[in-house]
């Protein structure tokens, strides 16, 4: 059942910070998951590990990509991530040399636990998966004032922990704004074009206008952040730190998880994901506009506790939040056509792609007409 294809470690001359230099990167659209026995799968990879014997085993709550069990082991308790068909073993290299690299300098991210050979993965029927010891702590509460400054103090450590690390000057690029460019503009208007015959005709006008706006928001905010390139930080980015990626005690924070989007980007960027994640609207209330003010002030005052963004970081944060929300954009598009490829879409399927499309508009509109209140809220008194 076990491939040969594991993902390798680094030879032992090369160190964690040259492995750290390049990120893999994800690309393309998921197809839909293929089924798979989990019992058999978990069976598999127990003789993979020096665990014991694998006790007990249950799904965790979150994770629309990957499938994730906490598995009670003879050596203690870990989490067992299936991943979704983008990662690739250079991924799970990157990721494996990221999540060391962190540990070794005491911050609350899991440990890989390596198989029997000493390999950081293993790969099962062609999909990655990876076990981490499972770190203490309960799940993160919105309503807790100390959740949120422990939630932006820890990402200030991590972007300054990681900016001490080198990056290949001549790589530089963004990732999130190759995904905005004009290629990903057409793949809008390709997904429009499948799901606009299932739509009700009283509808379609609204979607079209819809779809021409988010290109045209698109195109703007590639071509603002890329002439701010030279003046914002390029660093390793976590990529998802958000309110199921972190575990507390009180009001410390024990754990920081969900490395599986980590990649060289713009600090602005990373930033822009966390603090729309923790101080816009909660799951709730999804279609509500913009952030809370004096959340985002909070967050900001406590993240530079522990970092040093630059004056360009800050003044590109409302467009950084702007292009975060037009990145679900493409990347529903991406799955849109990939699965229709698989198997054609239906009313239904049309349906919601059409309202994250009316949400998404409406919050680009929100952030373009706020983006100057941002602005002076972020700038450093």
């Known amino acids: 059942m076990v491939d040969d294809t594991q993902a390798r470690t680094a030879p032992p001359d090369i160190s964690p910070s040259e492995m750290l230099r390049t990120s893999a ?37 979150y994770g629309a990509s990957n499938d994730s069990w906490f598995v009670e082991t003879e050596d203690g308790d870990v989490v067992v991530r299936r991943s979704h068909d983008l990662k690739t073993a250079d991924g799970a290299r990157f990721e494996r040399a990221l999540i060391e690299y962190l540990v070794a300098r005491g911050y609350p991210a899991p440990a890989v636990v390596p198989t029997r ?38 990402l200030g450590r991590f972007h300054r922990l990681v900016g001490d690390l080198p990056t290949d000057q001549t790589a ?3 990732s999130t704004l190759v995904t905005l460019s004009a290629p990903a503009q057409e793949r809008l208007r ?19 206008a819809d779809v021409d706006a988010l290109v045209r928001d698109m195109a703007t905010v ?16 976590h990529g998802s730190y958000g309110p199921t990626s972190l575990l507390l005690r009180g009001d410390r924070l024990t754990g920081v998880v969900d490395y599986d989007r980590a990649a060289h980007d713009l600090l602005s960027l990373d930033l822009a994901y966390a603090t729309w994640v923790f101080c816009g609207p909660d799951g709730a209330r999804r279609r509500e506009l ?17 970092a040093s963004p630059t004056a360009g970081d800050l003044r590109a944060l409302p467009a ?19 699965k229709h490829a698989y198997e054609p879409r239906d009313a239904d399927q049309a349906d919601k792609f059409a309202r994250t499309l009316a949400v998404e508009a409406s919050q680009s509109r929100w952030l373009e007409e706020h983006a100057s209140d941002l602005r002076r809220l972020l700038t450093p008194s």
């Not at 293929?34 to 069976?43: I, Y």
């Not at 590639?222 to 980015?237: A, F, I």
């Not at 950084?320 to 990939?338: I, Q, W």
């Open 222 to 237: 590639h071509d603002g952040l890329t002439e701010q390139l030279p003046e914002l930080t390029y660093l390793v980015t």
């Open 25 to 61: 990167l994800r690309s393309g659209g998921r197809a839909p998951k293929p089924p798979f026995d989990e019992v058999a799968l978990l069976r598999g990879l127990e003789k993979e590990y020096d665990l014991g014997d694998w006790l007990a085993w249950s799904p965790t709550r």
């Open 117 to 154: 050979s000493g390999q950081g993965s293993v790969t099962v029927e062609g999909v990655l998966h990876m076990v981490m010891r499972r770190l203490p702590g309960g799940p993160y509460d919105r309503e807790s004032p100390g959740h949120l400054r422990a939630a932006a103090r820890g």
């Open 290 to 306: 913009g952030v809370d003010p004096e959340r985002l002030s909070t967050f900001l005052r406590h993240y530079r506790t522990q």
């Open 320 to 338: 950084a939040m702007r292009a975060r929300r037009l990145v679900k954009v493409t990347k529903k598009s991406e799955n849109l056509l990939h």
């Open 190 to 208: 390709f997904a429009f074009a499948v799901v606009e015959p299932l739509l009700r005709p009283d509808r379609r006008y609204d979607v079209r």
């Open 172 to 174: 530089e690029e963004s």
